[in-house]
Structure formats: C-alpha cells, structure tokens
C-alpha cells in the first residue's frame, strides 16, 4: 500500500486534520486497547504531525515528533498509531522511518527517544532503538523507554 505522508506544525493542521487525528488516536489507545487516560495531554501544540494517508485521503497512520525538551533531553517519537484496518502492510514501519528521517534533519546528533509499549520492544529494536531503562507501567499498559542513537543506520 502507497501513503502520501505530509508534516504539519499544530497551527498548520484544520480542525478537521485534528479532529481526524484525536478519533483515530482515540479509537486505538482508548477503545481498543481499553486504556483511560488522557490522550490531549498538552504536548501536541509543541509537536510536529506526521499523517500518513492514503490516496483518497484516509489517514491510515499517525505519529507525532517532539522537540528536544519537551518530555526527554532530546526529540522523542510518540502515539504512533496505524488504523486498524490498514495493519499488517508495513505501514507502521514505513512511518516510523519517515519520523527517523525528520528527526534526525531537525536535530542532527540527537539520540531519538520513543516510550514503547512492551509487545513492541522487537520492533523499535528492529529500527534501531535499544532498551534504555526498566520496564514501567503507563496508563496500564507495560513500556519501555528505548532510545536510538544519532548516525544508526
């Protein structure tokens, strides 16, 4: 599957592109994955977007880039999310090497930082991220802070 993938700052995004992204936000970690917690929890306006579409338009996937400060010492990756729907054709994948790729032209020799939930410690690892913590428990869920190094290819 094709996904045009576009970056927006917050102010760039209507009130629909926000409204697409809470519901898709809301419908994987809230509803599906039954977890109560505030999703609006004010790092978005500091976040650049990532909204991957596909050709008619759809968003099938999402994630959200923040600054160096904003939660960790450096830029952090965070809700990454494919709708479900659209899982099982490498879109997560596809997306998180787009992040990577912002990040790492944004803020070159940063270390990039994602808080993974457990079942997906493989995966991030498998982008380059290795575990750089003990594992917690966020909103229920098991994660785990796993950080990529800057210059990992």
Not at 80 to 104: D, F, K, N, Q, Y
């Amino acid at each position: 599957m094709t996904l045009l993938f576009r970056w927006h700052g917050f102010g760039e995004l209507s009130g629909k592109e926000v409204y697409e992204i809470l519901a898709l936000r809301a419908r994987v970690f809230v509803v599906e994955q039954r977890c109560a917690f505030l999703d609006a929890d004010g790092h978005d306006p500091s976040a650049l977007h990532l909204c991957g579409r596909t050709p008619a338009g759809e968003l099938a996937a999402y994630l959200r880039l923040l600054p160096p400060g904003e939660v960790y010492a450096g830029p952090a990756i965070g809700r990454v999310v494919t709708a479900p729907g659209m899982r099982g054709a490498g879109l997560g994948r596809m997306l998180m090497e787009e992040g990577i790729r912002r990040s790492a032209a944004a803020y070159p020799g940063a270390s990039l930082t994602v808080s993974a939930q457990m079942y997906l410690e493989n995966f991030y690892g498998s982008l380059g991220f290795l575990r750089s913590g003990s594992p917690f428990e966020e909103d229920g869920i098991p994660h785990i802070i796993m950080s990529r190094p800057a210059g990992v290819r």
